[in-house]
Structure formats: structure tokens, C-alpha cells
DNA sequence: AAGCGAACCTGGCTGC
DNA sequence: TGCAGCCAGGTTCGCT
């Protein structure tokens, strides 16, 4: 389930749970997900308080009074879920399924405030990290990756810089982790959409009011999502196991054949398919060559 | 060097 | 009902 908005939801409802605890006990489950779990892993998070919780791009980074920082990304499937440990539940509280146990449970997380936050990906895109706080931007991870898109350093300039004379079109440049990092497949679809702009023009052929308007609208959509708890797609979005509501809100993501929602057109949202992904757009609305 | 497809892995849905 | 085929929120690798 992860983009940013969905990795930022995230990200808040752990904090609650991890932040000032102590890792008591961590299961770890398998040898490993798309990477191997670093030596000793749940030695070297055993006894280590949890001094922030924070984010990068689609990654989450657990600060540990180590000195080290536990670096989590989601995958396609991934994600938490945060139960008190033991059988207790408060009353009236809606059971998930995900209140059980599930065979792609690979982590859990037992915390010294009882928490207990279990990491379920059925496909094992994700992993987990460990990394010394100091030069981490310079670790394996983050060498090389691009600004981050809710911070300061998003502007038309930057756009400009960043994809002046790319022949690449502008959906690979937005999805590009090296140049703006965090966004992925649904959230490109609905900048793009927004901004007018087609998905197969040329990164670098953005004029500079265009790539203004582009990074506000990457803005704008990304703290919409995040308002929205996320997107849910295939399963809950937020570690109590509730919805994110964001698709409810997609302009063209999954939505081919539909009717485009801009008052007047009467054009369907279309879908092609750029870099084995699928783009959903109006063809109308964000015309080639504009 | 950039750009593209394939690979990693499982599950859910569609259609025959 | 069964099964094949296709699709999925990401990233990385290897080949033009």
C-alpha cells in the first residue's frame, strides 16, 4: 500500500506506539524479504529505546538510542498493523481480519508500553534495515536519492532543473526516485491530471510556468492524500487496521472507461501503459503537445 | 547515458 | 468448479 501518503499514515500511527518504548522481544520470521535482514537483527533491537520515528521518500526511519536507525520500506504489499500485546482488545472494537494471525506476518514487534506492531507483505517486496544514524543519507539507501516532495526544495525551479532536457516522458520523470522521491503510480496519474499535462510529453519540454504548476499540484495532492489517511487499495491503510479514504478521490487512477470528472468534457479516461506501469489519463483534458 | 523490459513474489479477479 | 492469464501501491538489474 505504498506511496507517501500512505507510508506518512503510517508512520503516524506508529509513532504513538513505538515512540519512547523499548523493543522487549522481536520475532523475526524468515531469513529474509527483497533483502536479507542485517546480522543479529533482533539482537541489535532488543533493550533499544525508540527516539523518533520519522520518514524519507517511502521510507520509514525508526531513530534507536543505539545510534542506530531501523530503516523500514513497505514494498507493494506491506504493512502494520498495531494490536496490544495479549488477547486484550477494547471493548466494541471492530475485528479485523488482520487481528489474527496471518502466514505473511514475517516481524513482530513486542514493545515495553505492551504494544505489540506486527509487519504483514504477502508479496515481500519490503524490508528492514539497520544503518548508523551519522552519513545515513549517504548509505545504500539514500545515496543519490531525489528531493523529497513535502519539503522545502519542491519548487518550479527545481522541476525545471531536474528535468531540463529529458527526452524522457514526464510520467518515468515523476516516478524517477533519483529526481523527486516518494511518489509513485497513483500519485503521478493524478498530478498529471491535474496539472493538464500529458503523461508522454518530454520531461524536458516543461516551461518553467508549467513545472511551477506542476510542483504545486504534486504538493497539493500529496497532503490531500495524506489528510485522507492514505489510499486503501487491497487493504487497510492504517496500523489500527481502519481505511484510508483518498480513493474515493482519484480524478483517473483505476478508473478506465470512466467518464473524466472535468465539468464539460465529455471524453472517458483512457489508460496506456509507459514503462510496464499503467497510466490513466484524459486524452482531452491533458492533450499531447501542450 | 538513457531507456526499456524483466525480475523479484503472492494473491485476487476475469473470463473461458 | 477449475484453471490460465493478467494485473497490482516498488525497486533494481541487465541489456540495448
Same mark, same amino acid.
Do not use: W
Given at each position: 500500500?505504498?506511496?507517501?501518503?500512505?507510508?506518512?499514515?503510517?508512520?503516524?500511527?506508529?509513532?504513538?506506539?513505538?515512540?519512547?518504548?523499548?523493543?522487549?522481544?522481536?520475532?523475526?520470521?524468515?531469513?529474509?524479504?527483497?533483502?536479507?535482514?542485517?546480522?543479529?537483527?533482533?539482537?541489535?533491537?532488543?533493550?533499544?529505546?525508540?527516539?523518533?520515528?520519522?520518514?524519507?521518500?517511502?521510507?520509514?526511519?525508526?531513530?534507536?538510542?543505539?545510534?542506530?536507525?531501523?530503516?523500514?520500506?513497505?514494498?507493494?504489499?506491506?504493512?502494520?498493523?498495531?494490536?496490544?500485546?495479549?488477547?486484550?482488545?477494547?471493548?466494541?472494537?471492530?475485528?479485523?481480519?488482520?487481528?489474527?494471525?496471518?502466514?505473511?506476518?514475517?516481524?513482530?514487534?513486542?514493545?515495553?508500553?505492551?504494544?505489540?506492531?506486527?509487519?504483514?507483505?504477502?508479496?515481500?517486496?519490503?524490508?528492514?534495515?539497520?544503518?548508523?544514524?551519522?552519513?545515513?543519507?549517504?548509505?545504500?539507501?539514500?545515496? @543519490?536519492?531525489?528531493?523529497?516532495?513535502?519539503?522545502? =526544495? $519542491?519548487? *518550479?525551479?527545481?522541476?525545471?532543473? &531536474?528535468? /531540463? !532536457?529529458?527526452?524522457?516522458?514526464?510520467?518515468?520523470?515523476?516516478?524517477?526516485?533519483?529526481?523527486?522521491?516518494?511518489?509513485?503510480?497513483?500519485?503521478?496519474?493524478?498530478?498529471?491530471?491535474?496539472?493538464?499535462?500529458?503523461?508522454?510529453?518530454?520531461? @524536458?519540454?516543461?516551461?518553467?510556468?508549467?513545472?511551477? =504548476? $506542476?510542483? *504545486?499540484?504534486?504538493?497539493?495532492? &500529496?497532503? /490531500? !492524500?495524506?489528510?485522507?489517511?492514505?489510499?486503501?487499495?487491497?487493504?487497510?491503510?492504517?496500523?489500527?487496521?481502519?481505511?484510508?479514504?483518498?480513493?474515493?478521490?482519484?480524478?483517473?487512477?483505476?478508473?478506465?472507461?470512466?467518464?473524466?470528472?472535468?465539468? @464539460?468534457?465529455?471524453?472517458?479516461?483512457?489508460?496506456?501503459?509507459?514503462? *510496464?506501469?499503467?497510466?490513466?489519463?484524459?486524452?482531452?483534458?491533458?492533450?499531447?503537445?501542450?
Amino acid at each position: 500500500m505504498p506511496e507517501l501518503p500512505e507510508v506518512e499514515t503510517v508512520r503516524r500511527g506508529l509513532e504513538p506506539a513505538m515512540v519512547g518504548a523499548r523493543f522487549t522481544r522481536v520475532e523475526q520470521r524468515r531469513p529474509d524479504l527483497r533483502l536479507p535482514f542485517p546480522e543479529r537483527f533482533a539482537e541489535r533491537l532488543v533493550g533499544q529505546e525508540v527516539q523518533g520515528l520519522g520518514r524519507r521518500a517511502k521510507y520509514l526511519l525508526a531513530d534507536l538510542a543505539s545510534g542506530e536507525v531501523l530503516v523500514m520500506h513497505l514494498g507493494m504489499s506491506g504493512r502494520f498493523l498495531v494490536t496490544q500485546g495479549g488477547a486484550t482488545r477494547m471493548p466494541g472494537e471492530f475485528h479485523h481480519e488482520h487481528g489474527g494471525e496471518s502466514a505473511h506476518d514475517h516481524v513482530v514487534f513486542h514493545l515495553s508500553n505492551g504494544a505489540k506492531v506486527t509487519y504483514n507483505d504477502a508479496r515481500r517486496f519490503g524490508f528492514m534495515d539497520l544503518v548508523p544514524r551519522a552519513g545515513i543519507e549517504t548509505c545504500r539507501h539514500f545515496d @543519490g536519492m531525489g528531493i523529497e516532495p513535502l519539503g522545502n =526544495e $519542491l519548487s *518550479g525551479e527545481a522541476v525545471t532543473r &531536474l528535468f /531540463e !532536457a529529458k527526452r524522457t516522458p514526464l510520467k518515468a520523470a515523476l516516478l524517477d526516485q533519483r529526481l523527486i522521491a516518494g511518489l509513485g503510480n497513483i500519485y503521478v496519474c493524478e498530478a498529471l491530471f491535474r496539472a493538464g499535462l500529458n503523461p508522454e510529453a518530454p520531461a @524536458g519540454s516543461l516551461s518553467p510556468e508549467k513545472a511551477a =504548476e $506542476l510542483a *504545486g499540484i504534486i504538493r497539493e495532492v &500529496l497532503q /490531500e !492524500a495524506v489528510a485522507a489517511g492514505g489510499s486503501t487499495l487491497r487493504d487497510h491503510a492504517q496500523v489500527d487496521g481502519s481505511l484510508g479514504y483518498f480513493q474515493h478521490t482519484f480524478r483517473v487512477y483505476d478508473r478506465e472507461g470512466e467518464p473524466c470528472v472535468t465539468p @464539460g468534457c465529455a471524453n472517458t479516461v483512457a489508460r496506456l501503459v509507459q514503462g *510496464g506501469r499503467s497510466t490513466f489519463y484524459c486524452l482531452t483534458c491533458q492533450p499531447p503537445g501542450e
